[in-house]
């Protein structure tokens, strides 16, 4: 019999891709690594689409994102979920990581891949 009054806590079906960088430690500033999307769209629930891409973060890292038009385009293509990414130092590297996803929602496209390629291209140049 299942119980009609569930706990709220225990084993979440959410996973997440983390693509790590590793950065020189001689360069080590940590809000140099920090930057997540900040997205402009126009409609409402399933016709909601992204108009710009920005990335809002106090570092480099940012300014430098912000400066690959390709790479705002290409993150503009894809659906919100995809195209809320956050890049955040960890202890001896960066990491890259969008939403939590379910098991049926979760995985990485090639167009995601590519994404997430060119900004650990802009990690390793700052």
């Given at each position: 019999?299942?119980?009609?009054?569930?706990?709220p806590w225990?084993?979440?079906?959410?996973?997440?891709?983390?693509?790590?960088?590793?950065?020189?430690?001689?360069?080590?500033?940590?809000?140099?690594?920090?930057?997540?999307?900040?997205?402009?769209?126009?409609?409402?629930?399933?016709?909601?689409?992204?108009?710009?891409?920005?990335?809002?973060?106090?570092?480099?890292?940012?300014?430098?994102?912000?400066?690959?038009?390709e790479l705002?385009?290409?993150?503009?293509?894809?659906?919100?979920?995809?195209?809320?990414?956050?890049?955040?130092?960890?202890?001896?590297?960066?990491?890259?990581?969008?939403?939590?996803?379910?098991?049926?929602?979760?995985?990485?496209?090639?167009?995601?891949?590519?994404?997430?390629?060119?900004?650990?291209?802009?990690?390793?140049?700052?």
């Amino acid at each position: 019999m299942q119980d009609p009054n569930p706990l709220p806590w225990g084993a979440q079906d959410r996973f997440q891709a983390h693509f790590i960088v590793r950065v020189d430690p001689f360069l080590w500033d940590v809000k140099n690594f920090v930057a997540k999307t900040k997205l402009t769209t126009q409609g409402h629930f399933g016709t909601k689409s992204i108009v710009k891409v920005e990335w809002d973060g106090p570092g480099k890292l940012s300014v430098k994102l912000n400066e690959d038009v390709e790479l705002n385009e290409m993150i503009a293509k894809q659906s919100i979920k995809d195209a809320t990414i956050y890049v955040e130092p960890t202890d001896s590297a960066v990491r890259i990581r969008g939403k939590w996803d379910n098991h049926i929602a979760f995985g990485i496209s090639k167009d995601l891949f590519e994404i997430y390629d060119k900004i650990a291209g802009h990690i390793k140049s700052v």
